[in-house]
C-alpha cells in the first residue's frame, strides 16, 4: 500500500465504501452498517484525541519561535483580512443563488413536526467560546478555539519570559515533536476511516431523505463548488500569482478526508500537513491552520446559512428583504467565530434565523438531510482554510514557489524535510516585503 499515493488510497476507501454501504443499505444488513459506523467513528476519535496537545504544543513553539519576525502581528492580521474577504464573496454567491433557484418555492413539508434544535447559537456564544472558564476542561471537551487562546497567552509569556522559559518550550518541542509522529500512524489508517464513514453515509442515509429537499441540497453542494472551484482559483491567481492545480494537487487529500470526515477539527492535522507541503512556513501555518479550522467556514458558515434562511423563509412565507440580506452576509462574516467549540453548521444557522427574526423550528426541518450536506460544506471550509494561509504566504514573500510548484507530486505521507525552527533561526523567517 506504501506505493500507491496517499490520495489514491483514500480514493479507493471512498469508492468500496459507498459499495459496502450500499450493499448494507439494499440488503438491509445492518451488522455491516454498524461495522462501519463503528470504523468510522473509531477513526474519527483517534484524529481527535491528537487535536488538543498538537494545537497547544505546536501554537506555543510557534510563537515563541517568531520572536525574530518583525511582521508576525501583520500575519495575523492579514490572516484575519483574507478570512473575512473570502467569507464575504462566499455568503454573496450563497445569497444570489438563493435568489435565483427560490429553493423554498413549492416546498411541501410537515412544519407540525418541525422543532428547533437542541444547541443554537447566540452573539454571547463570541466571548464564551473563547475565554474558557477551566483550562483543564477546554482540553477535556476538545474546545479548539479555546485551547488556541490559551496557546496564545502561555505562548506570548513565554516569549517575553525570555530565557527563564526555554525549559518549557523546549518540553514543548519534544512534545510536538512526538504527538506528530503518533499522529501521523493514525492518518496512514485513513483510508480505512474513509470506507468506514462513507460507507455508513450511504448505508444509513442512502439519497431517499433528498427528495423533498433536492432543490435545496443541489444549491448547496453548487455553491459550495462554486466557492471551492471558481473563487478559490480566481484568489489563488489574482491575490497569491499561484497555479490553481498545484494547490488542489497539495490540498487534496485533506479536502477528500474534510469531505467524509465531515470535521473541520478532524482533518485540521491532514491540513496542516499539506499547508506546509504546499510551502506554508511551519511556523506560520501552526498559528493559521488551527485558529482557522475553529472560525474559517465558508461552507457552514457564509453558504450554507445564506441559501438556509433564504429557504427556511420561503417555507414559512416571509419575505426578506435587503436589510435581511445585508443581516445574513454580516452575520456569516463576524458570527462564525460565535459557533467555535459548539456542533456543526445547525448552531451557525440558528444564530442566522435568530437574528433576522424567523421561527429556529426552521432549522429542524433540514436536520435529516444535514449529514449529507456537511460532506460538502466541511470540504469547502478545509480548502478555505487552506487557501488562506497559502494566499498570505505568496503576498509576503515567505511561500517557497518550489515546494508549491512540486507539492502534488510528493505524497502526503512522505517524512517532513525538516524540524520546526528554533529561535536562533529567524533571520531566515523575515518576510520579504510585497
Known sequence: MRKIPFSVQILLGLVLGVALGFLARTNDLSWLTSTLHTVGNLFIQLLKLAVPPLVFTAIVVSVVSLRGVANAARLALKTLMWFGITALIAVGIGIGLGLLVNPGKGVTLDLGNAAPPKNT??????????????????????????????????????????????????????????????????????????????????????WDLLAPLAKFTTAVYVGCAIVLFVVYPLVLILAGRLNPLRFFAGAWPAIEL???????????????????????????????????????????????????????????????????????????????????GLTGAI???????????????????????????????????????????????????????????????RDLTDPEPAPLARPDRQDELSPVPA
Open 121 to 206: 447559537g447566540s452573539w454571547t456564544d463570541f466571548l464564551t467560546g473563547i475565554v474558557p472558564t477551566n483550562p483543564v476542561g477546554a482540553f477535556v471537551e476538545g474546545n479548539v478555539l479555546q485551547i488556541v487562546f490559551l496557546a496564545l497567552v502561555v505562548g506570548a509569556a513565554a516569549l517575553l519570559v525570555g530565557d527563564a522559559a526555554e525549559p518549557f518550550v523546549a518540553l514543548n518541542r519534544s512534545l510536538l515533536e512526538i504527538v506528530q509522529k503518533a499522529l501521523w500512524w493514525v492518518i496512514r489508517l485513513a483510508p480505512i476511516g474513509t470506507l468506514g464513514l462513507i460507507g455508513n453515509a450511504v448505508a444509513s442515509y442512502g
Open 258 to 340: 474534510a469531505f467524509v470526515s465531515r470535521s473541520s477539527v478532524g482533518t485540521m492535522p491532514v491540513t496542516q500537513r499539506s499547508v506546509e507541503r504546499l510551502g506554508v512556513p511551519r511556523e506560520y501555518a501552526s498559528f493559521a491552520v488551527p485558529f482557522g479550522a475553529t472560525t474559517k467556514m465558508d461552507g457552514c458558515a457564509a453558504i450554507y446559512p445564506a441559501l438556509a434562511a433564504i429557504f427556511v423563509a420561503q417555507v414559512f412565507g416571509v419575505q426578506l428583504g435587503v436589510t435581511d440580506y445585508l443581516l445574513i452576509a454580516f452575520v456569516s462574516v463576524v458570527g462564525s467565530a460565535a459557533t467555535a
Open 347 to 409: 448552531v451557525m444557522l440558528t444564530l442566522t434565523l435568530s437574528t433576522l427574526g424567523l421561527p429556529l423550528a426552521g432549522a429542524g426541518l433540514l436536520l435529516a438531510i444535514d449529514p449529507i450536506l456537511d460532506m460538502i460544506r466541511t470540504a469547502t471550509n478545509v480548502a478555505g482554510q487552506a487557501l488562506v494561509p497559502t494566499v498570505v504566504a505568496a503576498r509576503e514573500g515567505t511561500l517557497d514557489r518550489a515546494a508549491y510548484e512540486s507539492a502534488g507530486r
